[in-house]
């Protein structure tokens, strides 16, 4: 109500569609299943690979069979997603959290695998350059071939890819496995 006694709507959390903001309402202490999963932007199938493989405690379950999780499961939901979207995977954050709630601390563990991640991401990233730059010469000699090539006349673009030297500006993108990797 305004200082009137007219009744007025707050814009609080729980008013705001969408809102990411959790409201805190008396003694809420758990979410279901489908209102944490839309809350963390997955999919209630997700979710419940999440707690099949360990990554989230079993949550209590109602007399009629419904998921309750704690509220604390939307922040590890958001913790899940951040390390898979730096390429964690699910069995090393199982590995991680497995740690975590023998009560130990997976700090180095973490540490380890994101400092072999970042190697792992180094190289990628080098096949990728090399990758393209195998593309852009196929590309350009696509191009020749097609100015000699009467319209409409098929010109065998893919079948000059069997080629497998890097010295040929024909070789199959990153196809050539054994030329080194330049550090």
């Known amino acids: 109500m305004d200082r009137e006694g007219k009744i007025t ?3 609080t959390p729980e008013h705001v ?3 990411m903001i959790l409201p805190v309402i008396g003694k809420r202490d758990a979410f ?3 209102e944490l999963a839309r809350l963390a932007g997955i999919s209630p199938d997700t979710l419940r690979h999440y707690e099949r493989k360990g990554l989230l405690p079993a949550p209590v379950r109602t ?3 419904y998921r309750l999780y704690k509220m604390d499961a939307l922040r590890r939901v958001q913790l899940i997603r951040s390390a898979l979207a730096v390429g964690f995977t699910i ?3 199982g590995s991680i959290f497995k740690i975590r709630n023998s009560g130990a601390a997976p700090c180095e563990e973490v540490l380890r695998i994101a400092e072999k991640k970042l190697v792992e991401l180094d190289a990628r990233i080098r096949e990728l350059r090399s990758t393209k730059q195998d593309l852009q010469k196929c590309v350009q000699e696509w191009n020749r071939m097609l100015l000699q090539t009467q319209r409409g006349t098929r010109a065998g673009l893919l079948e000059k890819l069997h080629v497998a030297t890097r010295s040929s500006p024909m070789s199959p993108p990153g196809l050539n496995k054994n030329r080194r990797i330049r550090k």
């Open 9 to 11: 709507k707050s814009l």
């Open 17 to 19: 569609p969408e809102s």
């Open 32 to 34: 279901r299943s489908g």
């Open 63 to 65: 007399p009629n069979g």
């Open 91 to 93: 069995k090393e954050l």
